[in-house]
């Protein structure tokens, strides 16, 4: 399977798993969004299996958590939350 890669402005690479694409989908949330927390988190801690968890706030005041985990070329992006 092609793993559809991504990289930041800041130069972190990632991808969308299909369910952080759906959840993205719901939540109103563009690759743009997720792209800004994963360059300016101000927030990071792991989630219970250690997958990294980053926050940070969206342009629309919005506070988002990306649940991603580490593969050997970036970060595959689990699933996006909407804090508030």
């Given at each position: 399977m092609k793993?559809?890669?991504r990289i930041t402005p800041l130069g972190q690479r990632y991808r969308?798993?299909?369910?952080a694409?759906?959840?993205m989908k719901l939540r109103n949330v563009g690759r743009l969004d997720v792209e800004k927390v994963l360059d300016h988190s101000s927030v990071s801690h792991p989630d219970k299996k250690g997958n990294p968890c980053l926050t940070g706030d969206l342009d629309d005041g919005r506070l988002m958590r990306v649940v991603a985990s580490k593969e050997e070329d970036g970060l595959a992006i689990i699933t996006v939350i909407i804090l508030r």
């Open positions: 793993m559809n890669w969308l798993t299909k369910h694409r759906e959840q």
